[in-house]
């Protein structure tokens, strides 16, 4: 197996385009209700919450008391009831779909506790599909640019080998390896390790935070794991749809 690398990774040329202020994103007056009648629940009580880029965010706290709806919000992958959401320096919480999805696409990476890789795809094309969908480099820049980030993620080995033929720690370095595809602002990651063994939470853990510190990006981390918690820059803890610290 290849060593995960230390080294900065190469920028996607065309593809930078830094906001001035150091958040990568934030969001004010955050509210989300789920449900209808009765069973109507406030979601997120009125959240406001800030990620500045080279920094590591912990959101911990109890099952259900909002952690994974703020980062759908804060992904733009559901709508708030109210507030606004800051994206790189863009207001898009009442942008129309087409912006939400194009500044998803450009500014946002994912790693969930799941990989959710396409098994019969190689390692290489996974990592390609981001760039695919954002169409902005050639063919050739986007390989070299996966194969880049693959062997930052110690798999550079590995990088034509179907998905479905790499361990679980394997897909989810892949996994990481595709958040960083289209050098995002922020990375949001929900329970990236729940899913691993020790030792390979720890990988991902440490190739999540030193990729994107090296590269000026935000991590916010929703995760149950009080060590991982302990190792990033800020901790915030929700109850009941809201910060509590």
């Known amino acids: 197996m290849s060593a995960p690398s230390s080294r900065l990774l190469?920028?996607?040329?065309?593809?930078?385009?830094?906001e001035p202020g150091n958040a990568a994103l934030r969001c004010e007056n955050l509210h989300r209700y789920l449900g209808v009648g009765d069973g109507r629940t406030h979601v997120l009580r009125g959240v406001a919450f800030t990620a500045e880029r080279g920094r590591v965010y912990a959101v911990v706290g109890p099952s259900g008391c909002g952690k994974s709806t703020l980062l759908y919000q804060l992904g733009l992958l559901d709508r708030p009831d109210d507030g606004q959401?800051?994206?790189?320096g863009g207001l898009m919480s009442g942008a129309d779909d087409g912006l939400r999805t194009a500044a998803r696409a450009r500014h946002v990476g994912f790693v969930f506790q799941f990989h959710f890789l396409l098994l019969e795809f190689t390692a290489l094309?996974?990592?390609?599909?981001?760039?695919?969908k954002l169409g902005r480099l050639t063919p050739a820049t986007m390989a070299a640019r996966a194969r880049a980030l693959l062997a930052a993620v110690g798999l550079?080995?590995?990088?034509?080998?179907?998905?479905?033929h790499l361990s679980g720690g394997e897909q989810q370095r892949v996994a990481v390896a595709r958040a960083l595809a289209n050098e995002p602002a922020a990375i949001l990651a929900d329970e990236p390790t729940g899913n691993l063994d020790a030792k390979n939470s720890e990988i991902v853990f440490d190739l999540l935070t030193s990729l994107a510190r090296q590269n000026g990006q935000s991590v916010v981390l929703v995760t149950h794991n009080p060590e991982l918690a302990a190792r990033c820059d800020v901790t915030r803890t929700m109850r009941d749809g809201q910060f509590i610290g």
């Open 10 to 18: 190469p920028p996607a040329s065309g593809l930078h385009a830094p």
């Open 85 to 88: 959401i800051w994206i790189n």
């Open 125 to 132: 094309e996974n990592v390609m599909l981001p760039m695919r």
């Open 156 to 164: 550079g080995d590995k990088a034509g080998r179907l998905a479905a």
